[in-house]
């Protein structure tokens, strides 16, 4: 079955960075491309980055570009989203999804994972 | 940027109802409409997508419908499993964008 179970995430201050990883299985992974879609906390949905199943493409929201950087590694089923200069209003929960291209939906979806920013 | 707005932003049901969710693309999205329900503390979880087609699994009391820019999302015979909050998200173009959120809570 599919399963994509986030990690890396905590509290960190205004200007620090942080690195999520996604763990993929039950799926072939290069098949597929990934997004990164984040809720913060009472708040609604929002999409934050794709990545292309090769890799080679990649999208952001413009609030993030710049400042977040989406990669993958299709060898170990793996995909991050390194965030450098973090404000307060970064702090959500994140969440990995898998579409089929950029325009399909999101099929699946990790747990979550918290990050805080604050001093 | 393509903004997606829903209606009502909450409602009050009660079992056994009928519910309807609207929403409205700022322009043309053809069918590239997907619907979710998010329970507290969970994931999201994909209902429906390209407008009108059931994500596999998902209970045939689920319905979606529209084109273009208005879409709707129908809910018949509400069961206690479908209080949550539903989103519409827009996979036509990016950014992709997600409606504000529809909480259906009981009555």
């Known amino acids: 079955q599919v399963q994509l179970v986030e990690s890396g995430g905590g509290l960190v201050k205004p200007g620090g960075s942080l690195k999520l990883s996604c763990a993929a299985s039950?799926?072939?992974?290069?098949?597929?491309?990934m997004s990164w879609v984040r809720q913060a906390p009472g708040k609604g949905l929002e999409w934050v980055s794709y990545?292309?199943?090769?890799?080679?493409?990649?999208n952001y929201v413009a609030s993030v570009m710049g400042r977040f950087t989406i990669s993958r590694d299709n060898a170990r089923n793996s995909l991050f989203l390194q965030m450098t200069s973090l404000r307060a209003e970064d702090t959500a929960v994140y969440y990995c999804a898998r579409d089929y291209s950029s325009s399909s939906p999101f099929d699946y979806w990790g747990q979550g994972i918290l990050v805080t920013v604050s001093s | 940027d393509i903004q997606m707005t829903q209606s009502p932003s909450s409602l009050s049901a009660s079992v056994g109802d009928r519910v309807t969710i609207t929403c409205r693309a700022s322009q043309i999205i053809s069918g590239y409409l997907n619907w979710y329900q998010q329970r507290p503390e969970k994931a999201p979880k994909l209902l429906i997508y390209a407008a009108s087609t059931l994500q596999s699994g998902v209970p045939a009391r689920f319905s979606g419908s529209g084109s273009g820019t208005d879409f709707t999302l129908t809910i018949t015979n509400l069961q206690p499993d479908d209080f949550a909050t539903y989103y519409c998200?827009?996979?036509?173009?990016?950014?992709?964008?997600f409606g504000g959120g529809t909480k259906v809570e009981t009555k």
């Open positions: 039950g799926f072939i992974f290069s098949d597929y491309y």
């Open positions: 998200q827009q996979s036509y173009s990016a950014p992709l964008t």
């Open positions: 990545i292309s199943s090769s890799g080679s493409y990649t």
